[in-house]
Nanobody
Framework: QVQLVESGGGLVQAGGSLRLSCTAS????????MNWYRQRDLVARIFSDG??TYDDSVKGRFTISKENAKNTVYLQMNSLKPEDTAIYYC??????????WGKGTLVTVSA
């Protein structure tokens, strides 16, 4: 069973930065994609080969990265806006198609 634990959320003023982390543990096959969702919307995705995709609303401000040895994915969020306020969820999809979710971390951006 795969467990995902997120951290790094919090309160920040507009224009500030936060870095979210998500570490996967448990028994799993190779990871195909590691993803960050904001509520139900995909924000950023990183593939096993390191290639990335972003929602248009965060391009140029957010950066997704990973450390394979630690089974950890990061989301560096810069130039935060009040509309970025949300619960951010970590998600992984294994090569067998099985997906797992974290419990979420709250990001609040004040004006």
């Amino acid at each position: 069973q795969v467990q995902l634990v997120e951290s790094g959320g919090g309160l920040v003023q507009a224009g500030g930065s936060l870095r979210l982390s998500c570490t996967a543990s448990g028994v799993f096959v190779s990871i195909n994609t590691m993803n960050w969702y904001r509520q139900r919307d995909l924000v950023a995705r990183i593939f096993s080969d390191g290639s990335t995709t972003y929602d248009d609303s965060v391009k140029g401000r957010f950066t997704i990265s990973k450390e394979n040895a630690k089974n950890t994915v990061y989301l560096q969020m810069n130039s935060l806006k009040p509309e970025d306020t949300a619960i951010y969820y970590c998600n992984i999809v294994q090569s067998n198609g099985v997906g797992s979710w974290g419990k979420g971390t709250l990001v609040t951006v004040s004006a």
